[in-house]
């Protein structure tokens, strides 16, 4: 027993001393002694918290007369629970209550929270009745009861007070029903408050680690409902799979009235921001059940802020990131109270042999107490049966490993009866367990239509009441818990309902059913899996309901399915996480589609082509080229060697293919076929159907990493213009054929034009596919470059910078293409503003790991060089800078040609290095010949053009030439100030004659 004084402050009162009372109660309900402490203490009484579980040895007359060694009164806070305390008999706590509680009646009070029926004897102590009223009137009996006066000035005691217990969390999410059955843990419950609240303000995450069926998430469910008077917000996210945690987590977004998209990782953005500014709840807990990924802790874990984080877990490495309380077996006082409870019929005795039979493991002990009190058997009885009974053997991937023998008896005798008395609850565990373990959304099966199920199963669709009594059965059992439903989509309702079930509990009673006809049961899986397909997975609105399918697809044997609605179920799934940036997921999903179909279909079945497409896009955007490469360059050959004809398929491998070799550097061929793909979309499909518009989409994307950008403008206009006909403005292809625009108009060096589209495009962005979306995440870095580029002074967007790639490694991680173009950005920013070290790490790790993702022959590592080579030359380091720029200009001229536009941009940064390491008759032939190309290539107007102009100026002015430097300069300069503005940045420098510079953009298209 932990005892607890408070001390209220005194405030004024109509009369009298202030009282002392001892709130007396069980840890299951200290929401309620909580608030009846305040409550008191407002009024400037004294209260001693006494949380009261008498060990079941203790005579019960000892326990309460140790409770009136304080002065004052006691209060107990009864409920049925309480009488259950110990536990004990009705009749020990009759007799003690017409006794001993009666001979000192006027020391003890109590109030009920119940309306179920207490014992009889429990009259002496004329409880008043606290279930189902307001604050205020609750307030009043408690006092009344107490024979305290209500004080005319109420004190606020210390701290933020404990919300009514009647009164909900302002926000609550999912949390598991409260489990009536819950026993002791009272030490660790409150270890756990005590780690969360003594934990550095912004760093309070405790995480529970333990093996499998130990009780963590039974633990964290009942801190969330003991402690909830605590909090403003309770927020449950199953942690299972990333992508249900992620879609779980983002839907707190709308919850606390945040604005956001629908993307997950915008709607974790903005949860994380306000939950760290505390806004607009500051007492908030969020709890992760079964989160075993450390690594996505840094893009997921709240920081910051006065709330709590409490992770369920059996991986032990999150003590790197969170305090860890390990979660021990019960206590053997606890086994047998929660044994006895369940089943009264059991004495003291019976109950210590089954526990230690069952090793005090919780979900063990679960079962055992749900059979033993369903069927009343003797202990003995029931030990004997485990000990002999026959079981099915488990094989040794069945994760049952480190459990007792004894524990699978039980469950094979449970299954045996229930087969006898209860089939079709038998039947409902079965369809169970064609799931994955887990969240199961059991009821879609109700919404099938009977002629869709087989025979044996057509009850579930007609008879509701069977259907309640089998899930109660289950349920009884212990074999699933019901989830709780934010009810946000629809009415509740059967079709809604949602069980849990333990992953130890699916492994054991799929392997002791595994000789029933599991194939019927999978079929109906499969079933309303593709009856719950939403069929658009490019909608964000939809994502979460394809987080919930996707873990069953498995399971049920949808991967292996030849109907052809399981399949494009599949596909959409492989499409939604390409669509909502899951690709690890995607990845790993797509390949155990591959070798799930590769047995049941040809290479060149429909749907094995519609894999390739998905799999390739998301190798593509995982940036993993080479394997997408290998896999569109396969079924390309495959289809050319075929003699169908299948124009179609052919065309749309050619366009997977074309994507692959501009990733891999290919750009001149990519082109070429690209070209193809474009005009046979056109003759095939029309101009303006989906197909043919990506694929002119592509062309543009084919033109601009040729450095034709005005080409390249023409075609993505054309594009923009036409789906903004046939799908509408605020489509996200539509979107992204804005920002490709937009980007053509900045690399054309007309940056005011692309300014204002892009300002625009971002604004649609965010309204459409939110903040975090990876297509939002390449809109707002354009916007970035756009700002540097457009301004007539110079722009500081460090902040923005450093934001969006808190963003990036939130959403791909710090390897990915995009996030290392975007810390390249950076560090050239950096470096232009005098942050020489940090911009010297960040182009140094953009570098390296392009080389790694792209290798050494590839434009872009190539490019990177220059970028090496300017922050060298801000250093000082002029011979190593010059190194890397004639290194990059070999490179780009070999890979590229001599006229592309990053070829002439190295170029002019190698003439720069000449001339600063006196080598000026080299820096200014380098410089006429880079002006010629420039002008042939990108016009005399364009800002890289002009810049060459300002460059060979200054090499002419080093050679004495000064006579042809001043027209140059003068031609450069009339130029800028026509086509930029007098007060441009470039402009000015120019002016100012200060050596132009190229910083190396890599783009992979």
């Known amino acids: 027993m932990v005892a607890q004084r408070r001390q209220g402050e005194g405030g004024a009162r109509e009369q009298g001393p202030a009282a002392h009372v001892v709130v007396a109660f069980p840890g299951y309900h200290r929401p309620w002694a909580t608030w009846i402490a305040h409550t008191l203490e407002r009024h400037g009484h004294r209260v001693t918290l ?45 007799d003690v209550l017409r006794g001993y ?12 929270l119940t309306n179920r029926s207490l014992l009889p004897a429990t009259a002496v102590l004329e409880p008043v009745d606290l279930w189902g009223v307001g604050e205020a009137e609750a307030e009043r009996r408690l006092l009344t009861r107490l024979e305290l006066p209500m004080a005319t000035s109420r004190q606020v005691p210390d701290g933020a007070g404990s919300r009514y217990p009647n009164d909900p969390p302002a926000v609550w999410g999912e949390v598991p029903r409260r489990n009536p059955r819950f026993t002791g843990r009272d030490e660790l419950l409150n270890r756990m408050q005590q780690t969360l609240m003594d934990a550095a303000r912004g760093a309070s995450a405790c995480t529970l680690v333990g093996m499998s ?53 915008e709607r974790i953005r903005v949860v994380r921001e306000a939950l760290r500014r505390g806004e607009p709840y500051g007492r908030w807990l969020v709890i992760f059940d079964g989160w075993e990924d450390v690594e996505e802790a840094t893009k997921v874990l709240p920081r910051g802020g006065s709330g709590h984080v409490l992770i369920t877990s059996r991986n032990r490495a999150w003590g790197s990131s969170t305090d860890v309380v390990e979660v021990p077996s019960f206590e053997r006082a606890e086994s047998t109270g929660y044994l006895m409870r369940r089943a009264p019929h059991l004495s003291a005795q019976d109950a210590d042999e089954v526990a230690v039979e069952f090793q005090d493991v919780p979900l063990q002990l679960a079962h055992a107490a749900a059979w033993l009190g369903e069927s009343h ?93 089998a899930l109660d059965s289950l349920v009884n059992y212990s074999v699933v818990t019901r989830e709780a439903r934010s ?59 394809y987080a919930e399918l996707m873990p069953h697809l498995g399971p049920s044997g949808a991967l292996s399915s030849t109907d052809g609605r399981v399949q494009a179920l599949v596909l959409h799934c492989l499409r939604y996480c390409f669509s909502s940036g899951e690709f690890r997921a995607g990845a790993e999903l797509a390949e155990q589609v591959r070798d799930s179909w590769s047995r049941i279909m040809e290479p060149q079945a429909q749907p094995m082509l519609d894999l390739a497409a998905q799999q390739g896009s998301i190798l593509r955007s995982s940036g993993r080229f080479r394997e997408a490469y290998e896999l569109d360059r396969s079924v390309l050959e495959r289809l050319r060697a075929s003699a169908d004809g299948r124009d179609i398929a052919l065309m749309l491998a050619t366009n997977c293919l074309a994507s692959d070799q501009r990733y891999l550097g290919q750009y001149a061929e990519a082109l070429q076929v690209q070209r193809e793909v474009v005009t046979t979309a056109h003759r095939l499909l029309g101009p303006e159907e989906w197909t043919t518009l990506n694929a002119q989409h592509n062309l543009g994307v084919g033109l601009r990493l040729l450095g034709r950008y005005s080409e390249a403008y023409e075609i993505d206009l054309d594009t923009l213009r036409r789906r903004e006909e046939v799908l509408r403005a605020r489509h996200s292809a539509t979107l992204n054929s804005g920002t490709a625009c937009a980007r053509d108009l900045r690399l054309m060096g007309r940056y005011q034009e692309a300014l204002a589209r892009q300002e625009l495009g971002m604004r649609l962005h965010v309204q459409v596919l939110g903040e975090q979306h990876p297509q939002t995440l390449w809109a707002r870095h354009n916007l970035a470059l756009c700002l540097r580029r457009a301004a007539s002074t110079p722009q500081d967007i460090g902040g923005m910078l450093a934001a969006l790639l808190e963003q990036h490694e939130q959403a791909h991680g710090r390897g990915h293409f995009t996030t290392l173009a975007l810390l390249t950005d950076f560090g050239n920013y950096l470096r232009e503003h005098g942050d020489l070290s940090q911009a010297r790490d960040l182009i140094t790790e953009a570098e390296n790991g392009y080389r790694a993702l792209l290798g050494q022959a590839h434009p872009v590592p190539t490019g990177m060089q220059s970028n090496t080579g300017l922050v060298l030359q801000a ?14 200009l070999v490179g780009l001229r070999t890979l590229l040609g001599d006229d592309h536009p990053w070829t002439l941009g190295c170029a002019l940064n190698t003439a720069g290095g000449r001339n600063f390491t006196g080598r000026l008759e080299e820096a200014c032939e380098l410089s006429r010949d880079t002006l ?49 503005g007098a007060q441009h940045t470039h402009t000015l420098s120019a002016r100012q004659r200060v050596r132009p510079y190229w910083d190396f953009e890599p783009y992979l298209g």
């Open 487 to 545: 009810g946000s989509v629809g009415e509740p309702g059967p079709q809604q309902e949602s069980v849990h079930m333990h992953r130890l509990v699916h492994s054991i009673v799929g392997q002791l059913t595994g000789r029933e006809d599991r194939g019927v049961y999978r079929r109906v899986v499969r079933r309303l899996l593709a009856e719950a397909d939403p069929g658009d997975p490019m909608d964000s609105r939809q994502w979460p309901r």
């Open 101 to 112: 509680v009666a001979d000192n009646a006027e020391r003890f009070a109590a109030v009920n």
């Open 932 to 980: 010629r190309r420039s002008r042939q290539m990108l016009g005399s107007d364009h800002p890289l053009t002009l810049s060459c102009e300002i460059a060979l100026a200054g090499d002419l002015r080093a050679l004495r030439e000064r006579d042809e430097a001043g027209k140059v300069e003068e031609d450069a300069l009339q130029r800028l100030t026509r086509s930029l």
């Open 213 to 265: 069926g130990i009780g963590k998430t039974q633990l964290a469910a009942e801190y969330a409902h003991r402690f909830s008077s605590d909090y403003d917000v309770v927020w449950w996210v199953n942690s299972d799979q990333r992508g249900t945690q992620r879609e779980r987590f983002g839907e707190l977004a709308p919850q606390l009235g945040l604005r956001s998209g629908s993307e997950p990782g």
């Open 875 to 888: 250093e000082g380091d002029r011979d190593g800078a010059l190194n890397m720029f004639e290194q990059a």
């Open 377 to 469: 058997m003797d202990a003995a009885e029931y030990l004997r049966k485990v000990r002999e009974g026959e079981i099915v053997p488990l094989d040794e991937e069945s994760g049952t490993e480190g459990y007792p023998q004894p524990t699978l008896a039980s469950w094979s005798m449970m299954l045996n009866k229930l087969r006898q008395s209860e089939p079709r609850t038998v039947e409902l565990l079965l369809l169970c367990t064609s799931f994955a373990p887990g969240r199961i959304p059991i009821g879609l099966a109700r919404g099938l239509s009977a002629t869709e199920l087989p025979e044996n199963l057509r009850w579930i669709t007609s008879d509701l009441p069977d259907w309640a009594r």
């Open 50 to 94: 006494q949380r009261w579980d008498p060990s079941r040895e203790q005579r019960l007359e000892d326990a309460l007369g140790d409770l009136q060694l304080a002065t004052g009164r006691v209060l107990l806070v009864l409920s049925d629970w309480f009488f259950q305390l110990g536990p004990r008999r009705e009749g020990e706590w009759n």
